[in-house]
């Protein structure tokens, strides 16, 4: 007797999927931002030619002298006092080559010097030893009583005496004044009100003379016409 069939079991479905949907639209493209790019690339020229530049200057560059520390006016120069700096060529002022530096030692200071700026020619007295061989008589000038800001070392110079106080309407007037021949050897800053202390080297019989004038405020200073 036969046995009867096993009853069919059901297979079991797979859990359906939700249909997606379907679109015919390209994907959207990103715009490219040219001005970005164009900003790159002014940006890389700008710097390369920045760099550029540089390089150019710091090629174009020449050795000056410079002030190694403080020096007073008519003070003599030492290799103590001066060193060397590199500066553009182009430079507003003219600093003495460096070059020149040895013959700079033994002259004078013409003005005052301040540690860290460079020297010009003008600042340093023409010779090695002005007024060496004479006596020097320092004489305090007040506004009007001296050129302003033309005296400079080497200068020669008439230490004119003027009147005492009184003398300008007095018999003793002098009709002609007194006067002793001089030469500038350095001149300091001008102070606040003006005044400015002048170094001049006389002969040895004007020395103690041109100081008692000087002392009571009785000198003025006309310069003398400089040779080409």
Do not use: F, H, Y
């Not at 003070?75 to 590199?86: F, G, S, V």
């Not at 553009?88 to 301040?114: T, W, Y």
């Not at 070392?153 to 003027?162: E, F, R």
């Amino acid at each position: 007797m036969e046995s009867p069939a096993a009853p069919a079991v059901p297979r079991p479905t797979a859990p359906s999927r939700p249909d997606l949907p379907i679109t015919t639209t390209p994907p959207v493209k990103r715009e490219r931002r040219w001005s970005v790019v164009a900003l790159c690339v002014v940006l890389a020229v700008v710097c390369a030619l920045g760099a550029a530049a540089a390089v150019t200057s710091a090629g174009d560059r020449s050795k000056v002298v410079a002030i190694a520390r403080d020096v007073p006016v008519g003070q003599k120069l030492t290799a103590a006092d001066l060193t060397t700096a590199e500066v553009s060529s182009d430079s507003a002022i003219d600093p003495v080559p460096a070059g020149d530096k040895p013959a700079l030692i033994g002259k004078r200071a013409a003005v005052e010097l301040r540690k860290g700026g460079l020297l010009t020619a003008s600042q340093v007295a023409a010779g090695t030893g002005l007024g060496d061989d004479k006596q020097q008589v320092g004489v305090q000038v007040k506004r009007g009583q001296a050129p302003a800001g033309s005296l400079t070392p080497g200068d020669k110079v008439l230490a004119v005496t003027t009147p005492a106080q009184g003398e300008e309407s007095g018999k003793d007037a002098e009709t002609t004044p007194s006067t002793i021949d001089a030469v500038v050897v350095s001149v300091s800053r001008p102070d606040a009100t003006g005044t400015v202390v002048v170094n001049l080297a006389v002969a040895t019989t004007d020395g103690p003379q041109l100081a008692t004038r000087s002392a009571a405020g009785r000198i003025a200073l006309v310069r003398e016409p400089r040779s080409n």
